[in-house]
């Protein structure tokens, strides 16, 4: 199966430094440009006073516990994005229902799909 994401910037954000690293690589295989990754919602805040990614993909555990900080300013600002989490989906807020939600370890292909069935902005 081949997956075409040329043309996107991806921001990833997740803090286990193996997964960041093959996702990024994954990404960068279907032709998107990756933005991150980071292991902190604080930077990828900070990315996105300065650059609008495409879309994201963003751990809802980055170490301290489930946060949700970084998905709401991405929703905020119309930013598409997938959760990914070793966490029951039931954690996820209802606001943020409508969200795609991919449990680690994550399946590679369910991972570009999602990110191909995101609307572009």
Do not use: W
Request: glycine share 8%; proline share 7%.
């Amino acid at each position: 199966m081949s997956f075409d994401l040329r043309g996107r910037a991806v921001l990833i954000v997740e803090d286990d430094f193996y997964l960041a690293d093959d996702t990024q690589q994954m990404i960068e295989d279907a032709g998107a440009e990756v933005l991150g990754p980071f292991s902190a919602a604080e930077e990828a805040l900070s990315l996105l006073d300065v650059q609008r990614p495409d879309c994201a993909l963003v751990d809802v555990n980055l170490g301290a516990g489930p946060n949700f900080l970084l998905a709401s300013a991405l929703q905020a600002r119309g930013i598409p994005f997938v959760f990914l989490t070793g966490y029951d989906p039931d954690i996820i807020p209802a606001e943020f229902r409508g969200v795609p939600c991919l449990q680690k370890p994550v399946d590679p292909t369910k991972l570009l799909v999602a990110l191909e069935g995101l609307e572009r902005n």
